[in-house]
């Protein structure tokens, strides 16, 4: 009976997501979803269970989502100065902050092909509300990912053309005061952009490597409902300037 019990668990974690979890499934380019699921979102193997490994190599691109190749997942052109985003599988069910990371492709490799390993800079982050009717119901702070289903923030003109991997990271911190329990999200999508911008993003930081278990925003200093101020991993945003955000653009369920 015992062993019955333990398949049929294991069975169920498989077969059905994760109450609480999420994946990034859909792109969206001035408000509207482009494509069908997955179209233009590398897709990973492992449903939606979160990474908790910051020394893994599938910080990058999630379990399974190195090469869009074996995939098939196409690449969507995108104008620099375009609303960009991503549409939500399920919702952003733990507290936590989004953030959104942009890595080109070297030259003479295919964005089909590239892994990932290469620079990453950050070009988004939504952390918590100054509106408390906006973030969670409990926790003294408030955030703006609560419950969230689709975001999406402006693409700097300034972003030299050429072909990006843009990485959706979110974070569930309901757990992230303990050592290694931090719960992170990853989907990248592939995209061209055009325009006239020469820029290219940074600083930039690397996966792994940019983040470790005990980086500032990865570990929290008490339970999570408790902190009273929160700073997000990662680099300076880019372009130089640029704020977090805390107010969401995009949509929540009720």
């Known amino acids: 009976m015992k062993n019955l019990i333990t398949t049929l668990f294991l069975i169920s974690t498989v077969a059905f997501p994760v109450f609480g979890h999420w994946t990034y499934d859909r792109l969206i380019v001035n408000g509207e979803v ?17 990474l908790q490994n910051v020394n893994s190599t599938d910080m990058r691109c999630n379990s399974g989502a190195s090469s869009g190749s074996a995939l098939g997942t196409q690449t969507y052109t995108v104008a620099a100065g375009s609303e960009v985003g991503f549409g939500i599988a399920s919702s952003f069910g733990h ?9 080109k492709v070297p030259e003479g490799v295919e964005i089909a ?6 620079d990453w800079a950050k070009i988004y982050t939504l952390t918590y509300s100054f509106n408390a009717s906006y973030g969670a119901s409990d926790g003294i702070l408030k955030w703006a990912t609560h419950k969230t289903t ?4 402006k693409l ?5 053309p050429g072909d990006y991997l843009l990485r959706a990271e ?6 992230a005061h303990k050592a290694n329990n931090a719960q992170f999200y990853v989907g990248c999508a592939q995209i061209k952009v055009t325009g006239e911008g020469k820029d290219l993003p940074g600083p930039t ?6 983040y470790q278990w005990n980086s500032t925003g990865v570990l929290i200093p008490e ?9 997000a991993a990662g680099p300076e945003l880019w372009p130089k300037g640029t704020a977090e955000e805390h107010v969401l653009l995009g949509e929540r369920n009720p």
């Open 223 to 231: 339970f999570w409902s408790k902190i009273t101020n929160y700073t």
């Open 170 to 175: 979110g974070l569930a911190l309901h757990a």
């Open 95 to 103: 507290p936590g902050p989004q953030q959104v990371y942009l890595s």
């Open 34 to 50: 482009i494509g069908a699921p997955y179209q233009y979102i590398r897709q990973s193997n492992n449903s939606n269970t979160p």
């Open 150 to 153: 689709k975001f999406w923030f």
């Open 113 to 118: 092909d590239y892994e990932g390993d290469g």
């Open 205 to 210: 930081i690397r996966f792994p490597g940019g």
């Open 156 to 160: 700097a003109e300034s972003t030299a």
